[in-house]
């Protein structure tokens, strides 16, 4: 049985470090009767010895609205001229087949709270350049209110036109590093 063989139903050891060609970090709300959507694509990700950690600079958000990028940079969203980086580290990582649960904790404008990402694992495999990788899609659901996002506005049915849950996803490919 070949190394990456048997490593498929645990979470490899070593050095791994995201391929951002191949990953992706986004977010999603609901918004009135539809979903507000954006990515953040200057990141890094890391999975160190069954410790995954990553980082989002939130000044490289991108939303479909580019008018809106600034009302999500100021205080009433994150921030950024104080707080520039969204942050994530878990270190439990249980993996069964290609599903995977981290438990770890995110911390956004300074505030860190407990997080529970879910999703699925697929690898480890070489690839056509002899490169090992292994590719997680994980997502969690958070209340952006406990990270001092309290902005909304009332619909004409009174409700607010923004939800308090959001969505973030993450899909990454991950290289393993030579020691």
């Known amino acids: 049985m070949s190394t990456i063989e048997q490593t498929k139903q645990g979470i490899p050891t070593g050095a791994w470090q995201a391929d951002t060609i191949h990953s992706r970090v986004a977010f999603e709300v609901p918004y009135a009767v539809a979903k507000f959507t954006g990515e953040v694509p200057d990141f890094e ?4 010895d069954g410790r995954l950690t990553g980082s989002a600079k939130i000044a490289s958000v991108q939303v479909k609205e580019e008018s809106f990028v600034t009302h999500l940079l100021a205080p009433d969203f994150f921030d950024a001229e104080k707080h520039p980086v969204v942050s994530f580290s878990g270190s439990d990582i249980k993996r069964d087949g290609d599903k995977v649960e981290i438990d770890g904790e995110i911390t956004i404008k300074g505030i860190s709270q407990p997080a529970k990402i879910t999703g699925t694992v697929n690898g480890p495999a070489v690839d056509h350049a002899g490169k090992t990788r292994i590719g ?4 969690t659901k958070l209340d952006r209110s406990k990270f001092d996002m309290n902005w909304n506005m009332p619909l004409p049915n009174g409700e607010p036109a923004l939800s308090n849950t959001v969505t973030l996803k993450a899909e990454l490919t991950l290289v393993a ?3």
């Open 45 to 48: 990700a890391s999975l160190v």
């Open 136 to 139: 997680f899609e994980l997502e």
């Open 177 to 179: 590093q030579e020691a």
